[in-house]
Every structure is written in C-alpha cells, then in structure tokens.
C-alpha cells in the first residue's frame, strides 16, 4: 500500500446516527475517531423503529455528529481521502439523508465519494478489531433486518451459502420483546430475562433443523410464542423471563444446526483451519457468541466476532468498507441511488470489469 487512506464514514440506515473517520494503512485500519447517536428515545413510545421519525431524527442530528468525528480524529475535511456513506440497504429516508451529506462533503472538498453496502461494513467489522479475520472466512450475519452466512473470500468478493425464508433474527428477537412488553430495542431486553428463567419450560419449535443447506426461519417459532402468551393470559415477570429463555435456547440450537451445515459448505472453500465470524446486532448476544464459539472449537475452526460497539451499527464499518474500496482503486459517482434493496453478493458484479457503477480510479 502507498501511502495510508483517511476515510470519513456515515452510517445512516436504521436507526444509529453514526460518523467515525479512520486510516487504513499497511499495519491495518485504525479507528481515529467513532461517534454513535442512538434513536431509542424517540422510537421507544412506538415499540419499534418509525421510518419518518429515523429520518427527521438523522436530519436533527446527523451535522454534529461528523463535526463531532472530525473534531475526535483532531482533521479537517481537506485532510481526508475519501467520504463513505452508506447507499442502502436499508430504511430508504435515513439511507437518503446520510448518502446526500456524504455526496455534498465529498463535492465541497473535491473528495471521492464512496456508497457502501451497510452489510459490506458489517461484513468486514470484525477487521477494525485486529488481525484476526484474515479472508477468506465463514461469516454469519445476523441483524434486525438480514440473517445469512457469507462466504467472505476478500473485498468485494461474497458469497451468500444460506438466508433467512421470513423473519430476520433481530426482528424475531425485537417481536418477541414486543409482544412480552419488555420495551425496545427488544434483542438485549430479551437476553436479559432470559438470563433468570427456565428454558426448559416451554417445548418451543426448531424450524429447519436437521434439514440440509442453511437457511433459516424463524416464523413458527415466533408463532410459537405468541400462542404461549395467549394460552398464558396474565403474564408474570417469570413466565416471561422462561419464555425468554425458552426462545432463547430454541434460537441457539437452530442457530447451531445451521451454523454446521454452512461450516460443511465452507470447508472445501478454505480446507484447513477455518475461520467463523459473526457480526450484526444479534452478535453481541453473549450466549449465541458462546455457542458459536464452542461450535468453532468443536469443529477446528477459530471464532471471531467484533466487540459489542462494531456489532450494532456503527460507521466505523463503513468508514472500513469505503476505505478498503479505496485502496482497490473503486469510488462512486455523485449520481449513486440510495438503495433500499442492495443484496451483498452484489458487491461481486461491481468489482467486474464489464459492470460499471463504481469507476475505477475516479474521482468523485
Ligand atoms: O446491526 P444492527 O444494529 O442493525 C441492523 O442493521 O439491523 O442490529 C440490530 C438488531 C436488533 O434487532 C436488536 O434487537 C438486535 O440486533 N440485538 C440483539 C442484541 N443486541 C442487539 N439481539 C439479541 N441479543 C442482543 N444482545
Ligand atoms: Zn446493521
């Protein structure tokens, strides 16, 4: 690598207002700075993430928040190689908000302008913590809107082995949250309770398992519940915290099953010591992370996951994918679509030669 590359990243798909600026040089990337502002409070009365209210949210804050990077990384925008903004997919009114600020950074400071996929950034996360995900690797991707294993051969090269049929992991985790009234966001709400109840108490379904590839679903369970919670009526504190520990134990055996079948898949790819990575909000769960980890041992495989703050969204990530697009010579130009829809494997056909919506060696 010629000389190190500075990348200011924006991170606007869901529900985070995010901006970090980070150098990637020969010794790895190096966060400078990582500013993460949470919607919570004002999506919390609705139980769930309210697009327009993400998107006026990100408009409010989404200024102080680079000033906030910038000023933590001690640069100015001239100072920078490039501008990465999250171009979808995601909730399209926030991916649009983030995408246009990094478009007018990028044109005011004559800067190259990079559109990350948010699943490339998640997909590379577990990079920023060190040197330990070495490509290619196994990657379980598990968040509130996306739940599948990637091949990850290098940047810019996936390959998707299996994906949720209906429900991501995340929302299967949020829903449960919602209809047990344990408040929003609903993964780590449900990981807590599940920490002081039962999970033998209900014989809950385990969809998929056994069954060959590694695809997931997770609707019978989730419907599951909701029958336990009728069947129930008035519920106490510890029915919930058994059903959360039942449900939790049911995910954690699926998550396993799958997991194995994605490994078989995996092996001739990489054929030695193989590498498991999990990244996405659902990963900073400690007890998949345990049974993943486990797994991986039991299978000679290492296990890798990012720490908890790169596991939910962040923008370090993408400051990460944008910087290492970058160096492959990509950028994007001004006219790139927020995407709501951006399958990973994706990322592929824009590295071809033949396909042309990131020019190489351009600048923005
Ligand atoms: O990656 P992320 O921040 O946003 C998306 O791109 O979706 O993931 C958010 C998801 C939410 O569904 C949240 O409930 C879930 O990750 N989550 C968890 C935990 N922490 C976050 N799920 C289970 N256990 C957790 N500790
Ligand atoms: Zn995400």
């Known amino acids: 690598m010629e000389k190190p590359l500075t990348v200011l990243g924006i991170e606007t798909s869901c529900d985070e207002t995010a901006a970090a600026v980070l150098r990637l040089d020969e010794s790895g990337p190096r966060v400078l700075s990582d500013i993460v502002l949470g919607q919570a409070a004002q999506h919390a009365p609705y139980k769930g993430v309210v697009p327009e209210i993400a998107a006026r949210a990100h408009v409010e804050g989404l200024d102080g928040v680079i000033a ?212 996405g909000g659902v990963a900073a769960n400690a007890a998949i992370r345990a049974r993943l980890e486990a797994l991986a041992a039991e299978r000679g495989y290492d296990f890798i996951a990012p720490p908890l703050r790169w596991c939910t969204d962040n923008a370090a990530m993408i400051a990460l994918a944008g910087a290492e697009r970058l160096r492959l010579g990509f950028s994007d130009d001004l006219s790139f679509p927020a995407r709501p829809r951006w399958p990973l494997d994706d990322e592929a056909v824009r590295l071809r030669p033949s396909h042309k919506p990131g020019r190489k060696g351009a600048k923005a």
Not at 93 to 110: E, N, P, Q, T, Y
Not at 111 to 122: R, S
């Open 68 to 279: 906030a990077a910038m000023r933590g990384a001690n640069l100015g925008f001239a100072d920078l190689d490039g501008v990465a903004a999250t171009a979808g997919p995601g909730l399209i009114g926030g991916v649009m908000v983030g995408l246009l600020a990094g478009k007018a950074i990028a044109l005011a400071h004559d800067k190259p302008l990079i559109a990350v996929n948010h699943l490339e950034g998640h997909a590379l996360s577990p990079r920023l913590a060190g040197p330990g995900a070495t490509f290619p690797y196994l990657l379980l991707l598990v968040s509130g809107g996306h739940c599948q294993f990637i091949a990850v051969h290098e940047v810019g090269i996936y390959r998707r082995y299996g994906s949720t049929m209906d429900d991501a992991l995340g929302e299967a985790f949020d829903k449960l949250a919602k209809l047990l009234e344990l408040g929003f966001p609903g993964g780590p709400l449900v990981e807590k309770a599940a920490q002081t109840g039962d999970s033998t108490r209900f014989a809950l379904p385990r969809p998929l398992l056994g069954r060959e590839g590694c695809d997931f679903s997770f609707a019978g369970l989730k419907t599951a519940c909701a029958r336990e919670v009728e069947r129930l009526g008035a519920l106490t504190q510890q029915d919930k915290a058994d059903l959360c520990a039942s449900f939790q134990a049911a995910v954690l055996d699926i998550v396993a099953d799958r997991t194995r079948n994605a490994m078989r898949l995996f092996d001739p790819v990489w054929g030695a010591k193989g590498r498991l990575v999990a990244a």
